[in-house]
């Protein structure tokens, strides 16, 4: 934020039309800054990577103001404007910062010609793999080659032979065929994911991508170079062969793997899911994403996915599972067993039970090591939700001691539990058994299994909501597939489970019904908060009230736990 | 309203009112057409030419060494208008196809639904391997809807082989065993 005030905008001419942009920005970004769909044509330039330079497609004819050299004074046209001095040769774009006057032509016709050229040369040992290729459909060279390559070829040589279907790590597979040498994935190992594992070896046409002796891609960062290959080289081996890309659609979501809350696009055909990738948010995550996040798409279609509403084993019907949790909470002596795996909407429910119920909340924190990038120390990606919403005030422990002794002492009668196996965190089965127990959950487990009301709900793939993540920042994410059949949206059933509890009739709900009801009620949230209108890319909240917890995350890509005190505990400067 | 006109029709003449040049010219065509030689086909026994370039059933074929050219890149199944084309993708075992295995990929199912098929061809069009045609089945008939989806496997014994004029992946293999390999 700081940094933008102090960056100051120079105005450079594209194409003959003068545009505002940042000081020092490359020419790449200044005409993508210019609009209109214009793009300059790039491989190996990454907007998050260090430059190289070597792919040269992004070439554009450049040109200065010419100035006089004795007496320093601007050369002027005949009719008043300065005279530009072109280059003789085009430059490329990438490594080219925009300086004051700067003259820039994308679409010359020597920048069309030296585009076709590096096509051209590209092209010479690509193999024609686009039919069995992953990459087709969202491969740059693809793209770039129907708009400047020649339709045929005039190489009539050999072709180089190189390894194919090389193993590089467990979760990457290389063509080196099919590799244009732009070193993007040797960048991401160096740069960003900190193991420098990837290298060129041999020269010239030769040269062939492969792992340094005796190491092997295997970090957890390694499915990025997938992503940001911007040919069919390296590809996932996961999703290797399983769907082409343009069947796909693509919906944003948040992981759930840690506090990060990285953005993603979840890509599914007709309810399956196929793969995760990263959404780039410069503010979260950059363009990149664990692989172990990748994989959490996959519990959603095991066996043991809760299906059925049942009350003491029996299938049910909503209402009447919804019911017996009424009663059994109007009992009293209730326990809640909340999550952070829960969305801010359910959140927000489960404190007006708890309200209604004068039910005691406790939470667990799922805790791992970090990595320092983007896999925090809080394995939930929702406790700052839980916080803002109330339904927790402090820190939660990573296990239930003291319910335990209540069901013990026989204070506590019945548990709601959400999402959480209660048999792992320090209650036994047989202290289980001497309550009444409703289950909340996507997966079978001991608890549901012993559980008097079972409630299946939807898993982050199948439902909208939104995520708060560590820095406080309100992320939506949306529905990708249905869920199971016959199963309702979780912020649904538990109005049926609230408003009887206060001796209103339950309203029937749309997401957006529940953000007007719960924006005025969080003080965090602007009145004006509508899940639908929330940004792509999030928004920061006031976490002004909650800096005095101890969070377990220490400093990772984006967030510094010291500098967001520092910055959130000054006043706001007006 | 439209009003409605009432024409005026032509009294038949004496001829006309007899019916008998009516009577006789239309034996002469039916005595004149008993004599010539016939122009229905006994179908089934008897089947039609059917042109090189018409668009029957959808099939599979195999190159002439009996190989599979599906490659499943799904293009057909992406321009198919009526989504008549289901295919689950697979890789080729490089174990049990060491010969095969540099094409990588193949078709594990592909179904076909007749009863969607609206036998435009675009599928043969676009596919890039060469390896589907419309050929000149006809008649499908079928006791069920299950009956009226061809499987893969149904695909190939109605499409046979076709004769190929590129070997395309027999040149890559080439390529690959002589290499311009660096090593």
């Known amino acids: 934020m700081k940094i933008e005030s102090i960056v100051e905008n120079i105005t450079i001419n594209i194409d003959g039309q003068d545009v505002d942009v940042p000081k020092g920005i490359n020419i790449i970004e200044a005409v993508k ?70 003259h820039i032509r994308t679409h010359s016709d020597m920048v069309k010609e030296s585009r076709n050229g590096v096509t051209e040369f ?106 940001i290959c911007p040919v069919g080289a390296l590809t996932s081996t996961d999703f290797r062969f399983k769907m082409r890309v343009w069947f796909l659609k693509r ?57 059925h509403y049942t009350i003491e084993g029996v299938h049910t019907t909503c209402d009447e599972a919804a019911a017996s949790v009424v009663k059994l909470i109007q009992a009293g002596d209730v326990a809640l067993v909340g999550s952070a795996h829960s969305s801010v909407e359910e959140q927000f429910f489960y404190k007006q039970i708890a ?32 916080l803002v919403t109330g339904l927790i005030t402090d820190l939660p422990e990573a296990s239930l001691e003291t319910l335990a002794c209540e069901i013990n002492s026989g204070a506590v ?78 912020y649904t059933v538990l109005e049926k489970i609230a408003a009887p509890l206060s001796q209103e009739k339950p309203a029937s709900l749309t997401i957006d019904l529940v953000w007007e009801r719960m924006a005025p009620k969080i003080s965090q949230f602007d009145d004006s908060f509508r899940w639908r209108s929330l940004p792509d890319d999030g928004v920061a909240l006031n976490a002004s009230a909650f800096l005095d917890l101890d969070f377990v995350e220490t400093k990772n890509l984006k967030y510094d736990p010291a500098a967001f005190k520092e910055a959130h505990a000054a006043p706001v400067e007006a | 309203m439209a009003k409605t006109k009432v024409l005026e029709r032509k009294p038949l003449s004496f001829a006309e009112k007899t019916f008998l040049p009516q009577i006789v010219s239309g034996l002469k065509t039916t005595f004149g057409t008993m004599l010539s030689k016939g122009v229905t086909l006994q179908y089934p026994e008897e089947r039609p030419v059917i042109p090189d370039n018409y668009r029957g059933v959808p099939t599979l074929v195999r190159d002439p060494n009996g190989r599979e050219k599906c490659v499943s890149c799904q293009l057909c199944e992406f321009v198919c ?103």
Not at chain 1, 160 to 187: F, Q
Request: glycine residues 8%; aromatic residues 6%; charged residues 30%.
């Open chain 1, 33 to 102: 800054m210019a609009g209109k769909g214009k793009e300059v044509p790039h491989y190996c330039y990454h907007p998050k990577l260090s430059i190289a330079g070597n792919c040269r497609m992004c070439m554009v004819e450049m040109g200065m103001p010419m100035r006089d050299r004795t007496t320093g004074e601007a050369i002027l046209e005949e009719d008043g404007s300065p005279k530009i001095g072109w280059m003789p040769k085009p430059t490329i774009g990438c490594a080219t910062n925009a300086s004051p006057g700067m």
């Open chain 1, 122 to 227: 590209l092209l010479i040992n690509h193999p024609l793999d686009c039919p069995i290729c992953d990459q087709a459909g969202e491969c740059r060279l693809q793209e770039f080659s129907a708009e400047h390559g020649r339709g045929y070829s005039r190489f009539i040589e050999d072709k180089n032979v190189k390894p194919k279907r090389t193993r590089l790590g467990p979760r990457v597979t290389l063509d080196d065929e099919r590799c244009i040498l732009c070193s993007r994935c040797v960048r991401f190992s160096k740069e960003i994911a900190n193991d420098d594992v990837l290298g060129f070896v041999d020269r010239g046409t030769y040269s062939t991508l492969t792992c340094y002796p005796g190491k092997e891609l295997a970090h957890n960062y390694s499915l990025n170079t997938v992503d």
């Open chain 1, 251 to 307: 919906t944003h979501s948040i992981c759930t793997e840690s506090s990060i809350g990285a953005n993603t696009e979840i890509w599914s055909r007709e309810g399956k899911i196929y793969r995760i990738t990263p959404r780039r948010n410069d503010e979260v995550n950059d363009t990149w994403m664990t692989d172990s996040g990748r994989d959490l798409f996959k519990p959603i279609e095991s066996e043991d996915r809760l299906t």
């Open chain 1, 355 to 386: 309200d209604r119920s004068g039910a005691k909340v406790s939470l667990v924190s799922h805790q791992g090591e970090g990595d320092g990038l983007l896999l925090s120390e809080d394995r939930s990606p929702n406790l700052r939700g839980a």
């Open chain 1, 413 to 490: 009668k019945t548990i709601f539990a959400v999402n959480e196996d209660l048999t792992e965190l320090g209650i036994s089965k047989e202290a289980l058994a001497k309550v009444n127990v409703i289950y909340v959950g996507t997966h079978a487990n001991a608890t549901s299994e012993v559980a008097s009301v079972v409630l299946p709900s939807l898993s982050v793939f199948e439902k909208d909501g939104t995520f708060i993540n560590q820095s406080f920042r309100l992320q939506r994410f949306k529905a990708a597939v249905p869920g199971p059949r016959g199963i309702e949206p979780d």
């Open chain 2, 81 to 183: 208008p009526p989504k008549a084309i289901r295919i689950i993708p697979g890789e080729i075992d490089a174990d049990a196809e060491p010969d095969r295995a540099h094409v990588e990929k193949a078709p594990k199912e592909f179904d076909i639904n007749m009863l969607r098929c609206i036998y435009c061809g675009l599928c043969q069009e676009v596919c890039p391997e060469e390896a589907i045609f419309l050929q000149d089945i006809f008649s499908l008939s079928g006791y069920s809807r299950e009956e009226m989806i061809n499987d893969k496997e149904k695909l190939y014994e109605l499409g046979g082989t076709l004769p190929d004029k590129h070997f395309k992946w027999d040149k890559k293999k080439a390529a690959e065993q002589a290499g311009n390999a660096h090593h």
